[in-house]
Nanobody, 121 residues
């Protein structure tokens, strides 16, 4: 089994910064794509940022220039540095990982439990 555990959410004023982390553990042979999603009340879950195994990154237009995704392969961890936060960034943030658990077979996507980020105006 594989588990993803997020940390780092909280309450911050507009213009402030927060850093999220998500650590994967369990049966892990390799980790392919990693991503951060968010879901605000009454809205669909949306992609915030993603990073491939080759460190190629992709960002939602709403966070470009403010958020930075990175990964530490030695720690099986993905990070999201969030700067210049806005009230509209308020949401539950989820990490997502495409993980292969053995040398043979295919990979599978896993989700973390989510961490709340609240930005006050």
């Amino acid at each position: 089994q594989v588990q993803l555990v997020e940390s780092g959410g909280g309450l911050v004023q507009a213009g402030g910064s927060l850093s999220l982390s998500c650590a994967a553990s369990g049966r892990i042979f390799s980790i392919q794509d990693l991503g951060w999603y968010r879901q605000a009340p009454g809205k669909q879950r949306e992609l915030v940022a993603s990073i491939t195994s080759a460190d190629s990154t992709n960002y939602a237009d709403s966070v470009k220039g403010r958020f930075t995704i990175s990964r530490d392969n030695a720690k099986n961890t993905v990070y999201l540095q969030m700067n210049s936060l806005k009230p509209e960034d308020t949401a539950v943030y989820y990490c997502n990982a495409n993980i292969q658990s053995s040398p043979i077979g295919y990979s599978k996507y896993y989700w973390g439990q989510g961490t709340q980020v609240t930005v006050s105006s």
